[in-house]
């Protein structure tokens, strides 16, 4: 628990902007209790469903690895959209008409409950409402927006072609869609944890939910020597511990963010969106007085590509296209890509009932975190949702989407198993640069070794306790992430991203 004002940390090295809006205030003391709902996680789905549960009525304790916000919900851009990743021609081919009517009815609910939240509770966390533009700059891409336009028609979101977008970017054809938003992640978060605590929540922050043990309809855990109990358990995680079918129908992508400061002033009033692969969007936000133009994109793969080329290929996008003065913050985040399009929330598959989760909500974690907080606030009450049958976690996945589910599961089967074998011999201890990170063998052992800036070696082994597959160095944020299911861990082998929740192990070298 924190009693002092803080800056709030975050899963990396990168400094994000939202990150110097954290205070930490006490929650009270632990003791042996039995709660109705213990939530794992303190991000936006976490501390939603908290304060739901908690206002009404029920008795809530969230535990984080971590800190609040310290996750996804630190390093998000923060969109508020009511459109999707998956966008709704996609959903409509996959899950039918009334599917994909579900899925626009579920991402705008949870941003109207983003909206209301901030207007009951009166939170100061810089919310605007913009105007939102998707572009096309091929013939392929035009093709691609008159299907996002035709799936946004069909269910009910008014979208406009326009002939002028706010941008410097060459284009063959715009979509104008009003209604989107954005806000501070992180002063609304720390508004949402402050309305639990007024409510009566309790927090334990820096604390491990491990050796879940159920016995009936009760779960119960040890947290410093006391033991605590709930009838309902919400891994608000991501990805919730052990080898389950999520870590199989969900891929982990990283996210890379600019945020840079403009010698013309010339920012756009909007949010806006590219068709590319990897896709660019752009916002302006005021951070401590500043107006500051954030560039976002160029994702891939947890654990695959080169961090620092994704950030200088974005930092090359947006000099190419705007009169950059400085580069005044570059940060990454981490979410999951579901192999269906829709995410997974509800019960957990093979474990004990009233374990619950949310996960899969791709690039969309504003809105699907809100509402999956809703969803589940309703199943742990036992009140029924309209949206638990489409986003069930044990749906019988549509045919079209099995190409995606065999590809997933090929890629973290090849990481398994190549990686081992793919270790350059030349690799060696005395080339690694200060301030990297590689895995290298040495005295015939595999190690991932970090060399600081100082020269101090850390080493540690390769193999993610999640499953067994091998670590790559992150080199911007200075972490060892997995490319199988987006475990990460610090320098010194300490988990800072689930699915794992044992350390990498520390091996001595001489
Ligand atoms: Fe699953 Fe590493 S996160 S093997």
Known sequence: MRTTKEETKRDGLLESPWQQAGNGVSSGVLTDQVYDCLIVGAGITGLTAGLILQQ????????????????????????????ADTTYAEAESAFGEKGAQLFADAIQEGAALIKTNVDRLGIDCDYEYKTGYIYAETD?????????????????????YNEEAPIPVPFKKVLEITGQAQFHPIKYLMALRDAFFKAGGMLSENTLIDKLESEGNIHSVLINDKRISAKRVIYATHMPPGINVFSFRCAPYRSYVLAVKLKDDKYPDAVVYDLQEPYHYVRTHVINGEPLLLVGGNDHKTGHDDPAKAFSDLEEYTRKFYNVSSVKYRWSSQYYVPADGFPYIGQIPFMADGILTATGFNGNGMMLGTISAKILADQAIGVANRYSEIFSTSRIKPIDGFTEFVKENADVAYHLVADRFGIPETDSLERLVPGTGKVLEYDGKKLAVYRDEQGNIQALSPVCTHAGCIVNFNTSEKTWDCPCHGGRYNTDGSVITGPPTKALQQIQIN
């Open 140 to 160: 392929q891409e035009v093709k691609q927006l008159d299907d996002i336009y035709q799936g946004m028609l069909k269910v009910g979101i008014p979208a406009v």
């Open 56 to 83: 009404a009525g029920k008795r809530v304790i969230i535990a984080d690895l971590r800190t609040v916000g310290f996750g996804t919900t630190g390093g998000t851009s923060a969109h508020i959209n009511n459109f």
